[in-house]
């Protein structure tokens, strides 16, 4: 592992408060001084002490997100292959698919790992979660979705967040309206977001 990476991406270090951040911060801190060679151990470590958790807790989420790296497809702090600490995090989203962090995280793994799928998948379920929030990745998700069936409902989700920015709201409306202006049930979507509503999960659960 990349121990001064590690730290830096880590930040200001805060004693964890619940027990498990405690045992992630030993196993992570043993890997940190040890000499051998790759990281799988740890993350099967790491997955067993998640593994009878129903809740992700903060303190222990500040500790995991650094073993990503700052910007992800940028660095690389685990000696691990790519697949490797792609199914990590993606064990860990289909355990908390509640925490929109740590869902971007194993997006942005997976298409680290050459998963295009499954980065498409969980990106849309981070978006789905507050679409408010964006992930931390320098990452063009817009053209990973491009011909996909979650396309549309993310420009829906973009169109309703620029709401409150009237120009905005009347340039992206309509240009929504000019690519979809022979499909008639995308234009009353379009119309309907643009007025408040809701965006519906148009593809269904992801």
Known sequence: MDRQLYQYCLGTKNRPRTERGK??????????NSETDGDDAL?????????????????TFQLLKPLH???????????VDRAVESGFWKSLAARFPGHQGLVYIAADAALLAGDREAARRLFINGVRLDPSTCPPYAVDWQELLRGTEWHFEYRLHLLAQSRGDDQ????????????????????RLIDAVARGAAVPQLAGPA
Request: proline share 2%; charged share 25%.
């Open 23 to 32: 045992a992630v911060q030993q196993l992570i801190s043993a890997a940190l």
């Open 43 to 59: 993350l099967k470590a790491l997955a067993a002490v998640l593994s009878d958790s129903s809740v992700l807790e903060a303190d």
């Open 69 to 79: 790296g700052c910007g992800g497809s940028e660095s690389y702090v685990l000696e």
């Open 168 to 187: 905005t709201l009347r340039e992206m409306s309509a240009e929504l309206a000019s690519e979809c202006h022979d499909e008639p049930d995308k234009l």
